[in-house]
């Protein structure tokens, strides 16, 4: 009997030291800097890449999320992919555009970032636009990627050379109930609302 106790009793000690941790470790992280949200259109519905002999089928969501978090990741240091209740101080609405030419051979990216506060208002929205020499039938996911690549560099240096975007990231407050939640997302004010691309 005396065993059964001593275990209940160190099982317990485990449990309540787990907990304290946790909420420890939930109390001490702040809302992340920034957030970027993309539709989730944008990796459930593909668009077509039109050629007279072969097209191509892309997802724009995953081509655009790896050279957005890594580029923002670069220049503004703590952010985040929109998932969920997370919450951000800083929330950017990526919405991506591609479209090919075959007859020069010319993707055409562009990539509008729409940018609010961390009480969710509308701040300004940045487009970055590129054109980029490639042949539909190799590598295509490759060739969108950088072409949303180089539509990011002209976004960032848009909102890098913005005054007032860049006063008001750097006086943001720390406290948790100025942050936007991503839940609210679509409830934003937003100039256009892409339902589908053709």
Not at 16 to 30: K, L
Not at 96 to 110: A, E, L, S
Request: hydrophobic share 40%.
């Amino acid at each position: 009997m005396k065993i059964y106790l001593l275990k209940v009793f160190v099982l317990l000690a485990l449990f309540t030291t787990a907990s304290v941790r946790a909420e420890s470790v939930n109390e001490s992280s702040p809302s992340t800097k920034m957030l970027m949200y993309i539709q989730p259109i944008e990796y459930t519905n593909p668009i077509y890449l039109w050629h007279p002999y072969d097209g191509h089928w892309v997802y724009q969501g995953p081509l655009l999320e790896g050279q957005a978090m890594a580029k923002f990741t670069q220049v503004y240091g703590d952010v985040g992919l929109c998932e969920g209740n997370q919450s951000g101080k800083t929330l950017v609405w990526l919405q991506p555009r591609i479209f090919y030419n075959p007859q020069v051979q010319i993707f055409y990216g562009k990539v509008t970032a729409s940018v609010y506060t961390g009480m969710g208002a509308f701040v300004a929205s940045y487009v970055g636009e590129s054109s980029l020499h490639g042949y539909l039938n190799l590598k295509t996911d490759d060739s969108v990627e950088h072409a949303y690549a180089l539509a990011m560099d002209t976004v960032l240096e848009k909102m890098q050379a913005d005054t007032a975007l860049q006063g008001m990231m750097a006086n943001e407050k720390s406290a948790s109930a100025d942050a936007t939640p991503c839940s609210m997302v679509t409830l934003l004010p937003i100039p256009k609302i892409r339902v589908m691309s053709f």
